[in-house]
């Protein structure tokens, strides 16, 4: 169109999370996650050493990387699939998970690792009450980890 649309003036309201739908209520639970997983991997200094490659990086410049693709519902949002990855290798390299399985195993054991990779095949679906618990559970957890570091988290 040649002309701008203008934006709309009505203050924008906030659904409230019995009111969202699952997709968007897994959307909501993302962000936390995410939020969450950085933090947790994060030092007191506000760096994070990558997963995959092993460099140290600042929080900002971290990702929540997944092993096994959060495509997969049953471990995308496990704590042991988790884990803070620089954005370099989360989003461009694509030899990264060869780094990211030797110490993911280094991490949790050979155990827990194949315990992740048989939970990845089942399925999973989610209540909304479910959904709504580990939103506010993570949301917690992220607000205990920012003030307990000293560390402001954004996305």
């Given at each position: 169109m ?9 203050p ?9 739908s699952?997709?968007e ?6 962000v ?8 947790r ?10 997963i ?6 600042h929080?900002?410049?971290?990702d ?6 959060r495509?997969?519902?049953?471990t995308?949002f496990?704590?042991r699939?988790?884990?803070?990855e620089c954005?370099?290798?989360n ?7 060869e780094?990211?399985r030797?110490?993911l195993?280094?991490?949790?054991g050979?155990n827990e ?7 990845k095949?089942?399925?999973?679906h989610?209540?909304q009450?479910?959904?709504i618990?580990m939103i506010?559970?993570y949301k ?11 560390i402001?988290?954004?996305?």
């Amino acid at each position: 169109m040649w002309y701008k649309k203008k934006k709309s003036t009505a203050p924008k309201t906030r659904k409230k999370l019995e009111d969202k739908s699952e997709s968007e209520l897994i959307e909501v639970l993302d962000v936390w996650f995410s939020r969450y997983i950085r933090l947790r991997d994060t030092m007191p200094n506000g760096y994070c050493r990558c997963i995959s490659c092993g460099k140290i990086k600042h929080i900002e410049d971290i990702d929540c990387g997944h092993y096994f693709s959060r495509r997969h519902l049953s471990t995308r949002f496990d704590e042991r699939n988790a884990n803070g990855e620089c954005k370099y290798c989360n989003r461009f390299d694509s030899e990264h998970l060869e780094g990211y399985r030797d110490n993911l195993i280094r991490k949790i054991g050979e155990n827990e690792f194949m315990k992740l990779k048989v939970l990845k095949s089942s399925t999973k679906h989610f209540l909304q009450t479910e959904l709504i618990e580990m939103i506010n559970y993570y949301k917690n957890e992220t607000k205990r980890l920012s003030t307990e570091k000293g560390i402001r988290i954004s996305m």
